[in-house]
Nanobody, 124 residues
Framework: DVQLQASGGGLVQGGGSLRLSCQAFGATLDDVSIAWFRQTPGKEQDLVSCINTNHASTYYIDSVKGRFTISADNARNTVYLQMNSLRPEDTAVYSC?????????????????WGQGTQVTVSS
């Protein structure tokens, strides 16, 4: 089984930056697609970004394009989400997820492996 360990959340003022990390165990990044989702109370998991390292492809939702960057360090088997110009509406619990199926999906059910969530809070 694939295990994911996420870290890097915190409290930041609007306009600030945070970097989230998601380290994979039990699979190499070439074997899985990795996605970052976020969730606010009472709502579904929303896809934020995803990466397929073997195809060197990335995807971002419109609201984070130009502000967030997803990248992979194969030597560390870790995917990063660099979040700049953070806004209060980015506040959520962020979770990384993995699937052996390549390509990105907005459906959380497409990803069988999940790391623990990390809270990101952006103050105004």
């Amino acid at each position: 089984d694939v295990q994911l360990q996420a870290s890097g959340g915190g409290l930041v003022q609007g306009g600030g930056s945070l970097r989230l990390s998601c380290q994979a165990f039990g699979a190499t990044l070439d074997d899985v697609s990795i996605a970052w989702f976020r969730q606010t109370p009472g709502k579904e998991q929303d896809l934020v970004s995803c990466i397929n390292t073997n195809h060197a492809s990335t995807y971002y939702i419109d609201s984070v394009k130009g502000r967030f960057t997803i990248s992979a360090d194969n030597a560390r088997n870790t995917v990063y989400l660099q979040m700049n110009s953070l806004r209060p509406e980015d506040t959520a619990v962020y979770s990384c997820a993995a699937s052996s199926r390549m390509g990105c999906s907005r459906s959380a059910s497409r990803y069988p492996y999940w790391g623990q969530g990390t809270q990101v809070t952006v103050s105004s």
